[in-house]
């Protein structure tokens, strides 16, 4: 069964910091792109950060540059979201995704005030 699975989340105050992990499994993932995505209350999904089949290119969305980073490792079908300076406005589900395609079932991250 081709999945993803997310995992990580969790509540943290603001300015902390929290690592979502997605685990991909039933295929190679190797060459696919991989993305990070959240969706707040009441709002649309949206993008948070990308990264390419080699993990030679990044991309992030404006209001997280600089605070979070996306990596892979593909020998082991994972990708990290590492997420620092976190805001209440970072609050949401996370998704992972390959090639906005396929996605996981998505981890709560909320940060209080």
């Known amino acids: 069964q081709v999945q993803l699975v997310e995992s990580g989340g969790g509540l943290v105050q603001t300015g902390g910091s929290l690592r979502l992990s997605c685990a991909a499994s039933g295929r190679d993932f190797s060459t696919s792109g991989m993305g990070w995505f959240r969706q707040a209350p009441g709002k649309e999904r949206e993008f948070v950060a990308g990264?390419?089949?080699?993990?030679?290119?990044?991309y992030y969305t404006d209001n997280v540059k600089g605070r979070f980073t996306i990596s892979r490792d593909n020998a082991k079908n994972t990708v990290d979201l590492h997420m620092n300076s976190l805001t209440p406005e970072d609050t949401g589900v996370y998704y992972c995704s390959a090639g906005s395609v396929l996605w996981g079932q998505g981890t709560q991250v909320t940060v209080s005030s």
């Open positions: 990264i390419s089949w080699s993990g030679g290119s990044t």
